[in-house]
């Protein structure tokens, strides 16, 4: 997905398009098929050779998932994690106390298979909802983990999704006291994709050493700015998570806030969420363009966020740029009803490079010029709303027929 590596960089900064969770030092990651699917793979694993430091943020909808309830705890008592499994094609959401159990149950059978602490087994699960995991099957993966043939990253990659189009994953490594810091990230996600988690998963793997609390604090922040400010469908899900481990393999002194180099793997982390962030949006289901939304001059960062969204979220201007309508009055409408702080005469927009909106009034425009703009697969807006400092980008894609189908039919 080059084309869509438009963050801006460090010089230090070197990327690996190929790499993904198991690129930094002392990571493995693989997946097989334990037959939640017909074929395809459909059960994956982490692995850190020794204890990592974790840190994970969690969907805001009000029905959690099994795996999730089962992980944050661990996580919030323990601050480590050894290694985490994931299924595809069901939930395990909407599954009560044997949901639970459920969970517990993968988590004891992976512990016993590595030889380390249940509590330091992290679980995920993405796919249909309110359908109790056929356990038989998961115990089946749960004896596989960790055997050579199946250790492959892409393996993983490919065990987690979903109505994914294609897998999402990345490594960039950052030198830090003269040594080679690696992030590694996975993430999937198609559907039920809007800010504040959607039915997406990401995991982020580092073999920096950085404390948990200061790694829970770097996620949320860098979450904020990425996996956040994505909108597919406006459906927030059942299973959203993200999670990062930090084994400190790398072997420097410890990183935070005030270490040297600390912007260094702020940046290098924050360049691995975006990227993630903007794969989902980019393969939306039935998407067929990524739509950036950069909003300048609100009142506040808060507002400009809620700006971008409004926009990137609004079901008029998806279809709009699916069918490479010049329709700038249905951004404009968009913008309007999400902040109050917005002074129309001092809004300006651009559509695709070309300027639609001055003073907050209309703009004499090439019609068939905007049209061709259109017609490209990464389409910018950009909204300058009044005089303020808050700004914010937000991403999404567009509405297409395929969307209705796909949907219509995702249990069968």
């Known amino acids: 997905m080059k084309d869509i590596e438009t963050i801006d960089t460090l ?3 070197n990327i690996d398009l190929q790499g993904d969770v198991s690129s930094p030092l002392g990571f493995i990651a693989g997946g097989l098929h334990a037959g939640l699917r017909r074929t395809r793979k459909d059960f994956g694993w982490i692995y850190s050779t020794t204890e990592a430091n974790a840190a994970g943020v969690y969907t805001l909808n009000r029905f959690k998932a099994a795996p999730l309830i ?3 705890a661990c996580i919030k ?4 994690l050894q290694a985490i499994v994931v299924n595809s094609a069901n939930a395990n959401a909407c599954t009560g106390e044997k949901g639970l159990q459920d969970a517990k149950d993968t988590q004891a059978w992976v512990a016993k298979q590595l030889n380390i602490t249940q509590q330091h087994v992290g679980i995920a699960s993405t796919g249909v909802i309110g359908s109790f995991l056929p ?3 998961i115990q089946h993966g749960t004896e596989h983990v960790m055997e050579e ?3 492959h990253g892409e393996y993983f990659n490919q065990a987690i999704l979903t109505t994914d189009t294609a897998t999402k994953h990345l490594s960039v490594q950052v030198e830090i006291e003269g040594k080679t810091v690696t992030i590694g990230g996975t993430a999937k996600g198609s559907g039920m994709i809007h800010p504040n988690m959607a039915t997406m ?3 982020i793997t580092t073999d920096a050493n950085i404390e948990s609390d200061t790694l829970d604090g770097c996620l949320r922040e860098s979450v904020d700015e990425s996996f956040n400010m994505i909108t597919v469908d406006g459906d927030t899900s059942t299973n959203d998570m993200v999670l990062c481990m930090a084994n400190g393999q790398a072997n420097h002194t410890t990183l935070d806030a005030s270490h040297p180099e600390w912007h260094k793997f702020e940046h290098a982390f924050n360049f691995v969420s975006q990227y993630l962030a903007k794969s989902i949006a980019k393969d939306g289901e039935g998407a067929t363009k990524l739509v950036t939304a950069k909003v300048k001059g609100a009142i506040t960062t808060e507002e400009a966020r809620k700006i971008a969204k409004s926009i990137v979220s609004s079901s008029l201007v998806k279809t709009a740029i699916h069918g490479e309508d010049a329709n700038f009055g249905r951004i404009v409408a968009a913008m ?9 005469s001092e809004t300006f927009v651009t559509l695709a490079k070309i300027s639609v909106v001055d003073e907050g009034m209309s703009v004499a425009f090439d019609e068939a010029d905007l049209k061709a703009k259109l017609q490209e697969d990464n389409i910018v807006i950009e909204a300058t709303v009044g005089q303020g400092n808050g700004e914010a980008a937000a991403y999404g894609c567009d509405l297409s027929y395929d969307y209705v189908s796909i949907n219509a039919s995702y249990r069968t």
């Open 11 to 13: 010089d230090q900064l």
């Open 70 to 72: 089962v992980t944050e």
């Open 77 to 80: 008592n323990n601050q480590v």
């Open 135 to 137: 356990m038989d099957k």
């Open 149 to 151: 043939q199946y250790n």
């Open 201 to 203: 998963l990401g995991f």
């Open 336 to 344: 309007g009803y999400a902040s109050d702080s917005i002074v129309p």
